[in-house]
């Protein structure tokens, strides 16, 4: 039996929501073998639910990376959040120093529920460089804002116009997910621009759904997707009707917040 193997360099979201274990539940329900680079760990004030970031030190990070990709090579890898400009310069210099292929990057800058770059440093270095080396971008809309230099992505237009822009940076693949941020919508959008075409994905708005992970699983279904081989187009197929079930699904953890059910396509 094949063995797929995708890596993900993120960040470990305390409640099991996003992040690296939103992504390893992801590849275990894709039939890929998940491995992990910790970046950051997050961790949730209960009373609140206000975020704090715990970096890991440069030098744990840089020894994972040696035994995941020098020891033992994925077929694909995404980034998750990476927490400064100084790590987003090493990923960059690891892609190219390892020969890494199949390269999704999720610019995490913000979490559900954020309207503000949370590390600038970590933002900027994304945009200049990191974002050449992606097969595949999957930014939000607030992402996409930010890499397109526009002000605001609200319509499906600006979609189209900020993918234009984010491939010019040197994506070769750029998604774009209106995610339920569109202000007088009823109806999501995703886009996939792939330098000539665009691919549409049209759908509706989950009454009440929990969407916090949807960014980190969305992106790492397009990572195993490209670990077993599919075409971008295939795996954003796959990735899509992964998304639909695992939305519809998805429940409440307490007060704050919610899941998506990774296991839904099993039900
Ligand atoms: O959804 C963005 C995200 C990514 N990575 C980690 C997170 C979050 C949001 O909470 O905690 C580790």
């Excluded at 975020?51 to 994972?64: A, E, S």
């Excluded at 900027?124 to 992606?134: G, H, P």
């Excluded at 971008?232 to 899509?240: L, N």
């Amino acid at each position: 039996m094949a063995n797929y193997k995708a890596l993900t360099i993120a960040g470990s979201d305390t409640s099991g929501a996003a992040g690296m274990e939103a992504d390893l539940k992801t590849f275990e329900e894709m039939n890929v073998y998940g491995m992990v680079v910790l970046t950051v760990i997050v961790a949730q004030h209960p009373e609140s639910w206000a975020h704090d970031i715990f970096p890991i030190d440069m030098n744990t990070i840089k020894r994972q990376i040696s035994t995941v990709a020098a020891g033992i090579k994925p077929n694909a890898m995404k980034t998750g959040m990476l927490g400064s400009g100084e790590l987003v310069e090493l990923v960059a210099e690891s892609i190219q120093k390892y020969d890494l292929q199949n390269i999704v990057i999720d610019p995490v800058m913000v979490c559900k529920g954020m309207d503000t770059i949370m590390v600038p440093d970590a933002a900027r270095a994304i945009k200049s460089t990191l974002v050449k080396f992606a097969d595949v971008i999957t930014p939000n809309t607030l992402e996409a804002a930010y890499l397109a230099d526009m002000e605001q992505v609200d319509s499906l237009e600006d979609i189209k116009e900020a993918a234009q822009k984010i491939h010019k940076l040197g994506a070769k693949n750029v998604i774009i997910k209106s995610g339920s941020r569109f202000s007088d919508s009823d109806v999501m959008v995703d886009v996939l621009f792939d330098g000539k075409e665009f691919h549409i994905k049209e759908k509706s708005k989950v009454p009440n759904a929990y969407n916090s992970g949807a960014g980190c699983t969305f992106s790492a279904a397009m990572t195993a997707g490209l670990a077993k081989g599919l075409s971008v187009p295939e795996a954003f197929q796959e990735a899509e009707m992964f998304m639909q079930k695992a939305v519809s699904s998805s429940f409440k953890l307490n007060q704050f917040t919610g899941a998506l059910c990774h296991w839904a396509h099993k039900l």
